[in-house]
């Protein structure tokens, strides 16, 4: 069975209503990125949306505001997790996960182990055996809504909305940027930290 993984801005890849990456965007990474190469064994749909990663031919493509991979590898996963970083984006599994930049998913982060070749079966079990109590959200105990953010690039925001029971108990942080984007995180690593400085 397929299991899809998505780099996408949308707080879940699956709402289309949500910010999406652009074409343009993503060929422009495609072209920038010494380790994606266009892929042109594609039909005129996808001409131009397609990239490989070194022995992984065809295996980004580009589709409606998101770039999807099918049962990709954990070096795949990785590269994934570094694309969206540059997109200003996530990675996200068919079930809601996200992924962090080892390539593992966060639930499977503390049990050690990682993606395989069946990883929805991986991302099951780990959801049937997790209890409420074992919820991880103590390190997003401080964020509240109207807290001021910084993410890694250094871009300013504020918390507009915070769901601590989606994405399956992973919680979710919107946050409003300064230069008018909103995104949306998982609130047990979310990708922004709360402003230490009193200043602006």
């Known amino acids: 069975m397929s299991y899809d993984l998505h780099i996408t801005r949308r707080s879940s890849w699956d709402d289309r209503s949500g910010p999406a990456i652009n074409s343009r965007e ?3 990474l495609i072209a920038s990125d010494p380790e994606l190469s266009l892929y042109t064994d594609v039909g005129v749909e996808h001409e131009g949306l397609v990239a490989s990663y070194r022995n992984h031919e065809g295996a980004l493509r580009w589709d409606d505001g998101e770039v999807i991979a099918k049962n990709p590898e954990i070096t795949l996963v990785v590269k994934m997790v570094a694309i969206a970083e ?21 639930d499977d982060a503390q049990s050690g182990s990682g993606p395989s070749s069946d ?6 079990d780990s959801f049937a055996t997790r209890s409420d109590s074992e919820a991880r959200q103590p ?40 230069d008018g984007n909103e995104l949306s995180f998982a609130l047990v690593a979310p990708g922004v930290e709360l402003e230490t400085d009193s200043g602006s």
């Open 139 to 178: 390190e997003s105990a401080s964020f509240q809504v109207g807290s001021r953010v910084r993410d890694w690039r250094g871009r300013r925001g504020r918390v507009t909305a915070i769901d601590r029971q989606a994405a399956h108990g992973l919680g979710r942080l919107t946050v409003l940027f300064d």
């Open 119 to 124: 990883s929805s079966a991986n991302v099951e």
């Open 86 to 106: 540059r997109l200003g984006a996530r990675v996200q599994g068919d079930d809601g996960e996200i992924y962090q930049s080892d390539g593992t998913p966060l």
């Open 26 to 28: 993503w060929q422009k």
